[in-house]
Structure formats: structure tokens, C-alpha cells
């Protein structure tokens, strides 16, 4: 089992910053790809970016260039440092941890990001 806690979330003007913070407990937290979606009023829930254990990333085209995801695996933390926020940004963030081989899939409660134009 695997409890998840985001953090950072908030309201900030476009082109502004925030980061996101995700801290896991319950379990060995690098055995699983860690990943940030995010889901907008009337939109489905969509992924952001995603770290492996070993620190490969992948992201949306969307944010590619103005997000960086990494991970802390000493402080069972991950990551998402949000930059040149846009409104088209704004959304309910969610961290995720899946560790695919064993069909595990955790969800954090989720944190509020809003981006005024």
C-alpha cells in the first residue's frame, strides 16, 4: 500500500511558477514510476509527466520546455516544477505511482492549480 500527499498547489498569474510537491509513504518508493496527471472541468484525467526510478522523464507536449519533473527517493518525494504557467494550465493536479509489473497504481487526493490570465 502506498499513501500519497501533494502539496504547492495554489493560484498564480499566467507566466508565473509553482511547484509541486508529492510525498509517499508505505511502501518502496523507488520501485515505482512516479507520474503527475492533471484533470480540467469537463476534461478526462491526463498525464503530465512521469519519472522512472532511474530518472527517466517523460512529458506532455504541453508542457515540454516550461515543466521539470524529479524525485527525491531518500525523502520518498516527487516533484513538478511548473514554469511559464499559462490559464490553459489550470486544473485539479493528481501524483501517481505505478509500478506496472505487479499492477499496482496508487492516486493521491489532489491539488488545486488555477492560472489567472
Known amino acids: 500500500q502506498v499513501q500519497l500527499v501533494e502539496s504547492g498547489g495554489g493560484l498564480v498569474q499566467a507566466g508565473g511558477s509553482l511547484r509541486l510537491s508529492c510525498a509517499a509513504s508505505g511502501s518502496i518508493f523507488s520501485l515505482f514510476v512516479m507520474g503527475w496527471y492533471r484533470q480540467a472541468p469537463g476534461n478526462g484525467r491526463e498525464l503530465v509527466a512521469a519519472?522512472?526510478?532511474?530518472?527517466?522523464?517523460n512529458y506532455a507536449d504541453s508542457v515540454k520546455g516550461r515543466f521539470t519533473i524529479s524525485r527525491d527517493n531518500a525523502k520518498n518525494t516527487v516533484y513538478l516544477q511548473m514554469n511559464s504557467l499559462k490559464p490553459e494550465d489550470t486544473a485539479v493536479y493528481y501524483c501517481n505511482a505505478a509500478r506496472v509489473v505487479a499492477a499496482l497504481y496508487y492516486w493521491g487526493q489532489g491539488t488545486q492549480v488555477t492560472v489567472s490570465s
Open positions: 519519472i522512472t526510478s532511474g530518472g527517466n522523464t
